[in-house]
């Protein structure tokens, strides 16, 4: 069977991985949106729309660990859509597709989506949504499809599990969704460094002490931002850095 059946987007949500992926993913959507009223957006392994922090789980060493800091990190979008929805306590965490949702209604724009994962379970959870098309499969190869059919828009390449296999397929559609116009992001936990420098991305790495975050037995998390105007790559790094200001001043 597939190792991706057996993987639960619900065991890892809020962990330290998805803060600097889901803050990149914030920031760079945020800017993309700031130009644009309307935008095609996909995601290749898609999750459920929100998740059920429990008392104890991998959330603590992420977004946890930022929660004391919430103040200062309301200047990023990411931060503010997630205090917006836990005033009265952190109990709820956004999948990355809900995370873009929001950012799109911030700026008034329409947000269409086109999502794949293998759970059904998943699948029932996005079948009342408006302005998605779900598709229960392989988004890998998914999404290859609808690039060659589709106007430009953002792309979020995340598979659970970044084997060589995985690693082939994904860097292949991170390259040719560049050539298509296409702004993507992909993401891995560092120590799994396995899509090749050849990719010519952007890559945005992070040691999760430098940001008083725990990764478990992961020392950090690296996002490969590709088919990004010089523009895009000064705000990005800009923002960074200002992430890691508060961080490491707490």
Avoid at 29 to 38: Q, S, T
Avoid at 54 to 83: A, H, M, P, Q, V
């Amino acid at each position: 069977m597939d190792s991706e059946k057996h993987y639960s987007h619900s065991e890892h949500a809020g962990n330290a991985g998805d803060v600097w992926k889901h803050f990149i993913l914030g920031e760079v959507a945020d800017h993309i949106l700031l130009r644009k009223p309307k935008l095609i957006y996909a995601e290749s392994h898609v999750g459920y729309p929100e998740y059920n922090l429990d008392k104890s789980g991998e959330w603590e060493g992420g977004i946890g660990r930022c929660w004391t800091n919430i103040s200062d990190l309301k200047i990023f979008c990411y931060f503010d859509i997630l205090y917006a929805m836990n005033k009265h306590g952190l109990k709820c965490y956004p999948g990355s597709a809900s995370l873009l949702f929001r950012v799109a209604k911030r700026r008034g724009s329409l947000l269409q989506a086109e999502f794949w994962d293998v759970d059904p379970r998943v699948a029932s959870a996005w079948k009342r949504s408006e302005r998605v098309s779900f598709h229960l499969g392989d988004g890998i190869k998914g999404a290859r499809a609808l690039i060659g059919r589709s106007p430009s828009g953002l792309l979020f390449i995340d598979p659970p599990y970044m084997d060589q296999k995985n690693s082939k397929s994904s860097e292949s559609l991170l390259s040719a969704s560049k050539k298509a116009g296409w702004t993507v992001l992909l993401w891995q936990m560092m120590g799994q460094e396995i899509i090749a420098k050849s990719a010519k991305s952007e890559i945005y790495s992070l040691e999760f002490e430098k940001a008083d975050l725990d990764g478990g037995k992961w020392p950090g998390a690296i996002v490969y931002l590709a088919g990004a105007d010089q523009e895009m790559k000064n705000f990005v790094g800009k923002r960074i850095q200002e992430f890691l200001k508060v961080m490491q001043q707490a």
